[in-house]
């Protein structure tokens, strides 16, 4: 049996955990409050990248993406960000939705699962 990894573990939640070649990342969202929903859907983006990496993986290797939105009028700012970040040759199953998110400044969340 394959021993789950757990990346960034604080008793509530790992921020990565791996299991069986798969990797499953924590919903992420963006530490600069204050930005557009553009800026921090690139800084939640960046946050994905230095996840997968450290689990061994990279962002052509996501399989599937759920895009969490505060308000749907952001969506072109989030896509905007997207679509200059996503591996174009290799673009994972993905779900948008509007959602309440825990903290109101948050305008977008990002959870992905990917292959290691």
Known sequence: MSKVQRLYSNGRLSEASIYNGVV?????????????????????????????????SDKSRILSAQIFLADMQDYAQMNRAWDEWVDTENPPSRA???AKLANPAWKVEIVITAAQ
Request: charged share 25%.
């Open 96 to 98: 948008t939705v509007e």
């Open 24 to 56: 499953y990342l924590a919903g992420q969202v963006a530490e600069n409050e204050q930005a557009d929903a553009y800026a921090q859907t690139q800084e939640v983006l960046g946050l994905i990248d230095k996840l997968l990496n450290e689990a061994e």
